[in-house]
Nanobody, 126 residues
Framework: QVQLVESGGGLVQAGGSLRLSCAASGGTFSRNTMGWFRQAPGKEREFVGAISWSGGNTYYLDSVKGRFTSSRDNAKNMVYLQMNSLKSEDTAVYYC???????????????????WGQGTQVTVSS
């Protein structure tokens, strides 16, 4: 079992940056692929990015590619999402998610992830 807690959300002006953190406990963090998802009001939850358990492979939603970067520190049981050049359309609740994987693949569907954090609100103004 893995428990996840996101932090780092908040209110930021367009063009600004935020760094989200996800702290994991329980289970075997280093063998989990970590995903980032977001859900805007009235919309379905969408995939944002994922990072393999080794950190060697990443994949991002096209609209955030080049602006968002995920990283992880397995020694600290932490995963991060650095968000730069934020736009109003990035406003959403952001979730980290985990799935234990036998290989370093990168699921993109929410149903493929077994563990979820509580979410952290990101609001981008003007």
């Amino acid at each position: 079992q893995v428990q996840l807690v996101e932090s780092g959300g908040g209110l930021v002006q367009a063009g600004g940056s935020l760094r989200l953190s996800c702290a994991a406990s329980g289970g075997t963090f280093s063998r989990n692929t970590m995903g980032w998802f977001r859900q805007a009001p009235g919309k379905e939850r969408e995939f944002v990015g994922a990072i393999s358990w080794s950190g060697g492979n990443t994949y991002y939603l096209d609209s955030v590619k080049g602006r968002f970067t995920s990283s992880r520190d397995n020694a600290k049981n932490m995963v991060y999402l650095q968000m730069n050049s934020l736009k109003s359309e990035d406003t959403a609740v952001y979730y980290c998610a985990a799935v234990l994987t036998p290989a370093q693949y990168l699921p993109r569907a929410s149903y493929e992830y077994h563990y979820w954090g509580q979410g952290t609100q990101v609001t981008v103004s003007s």
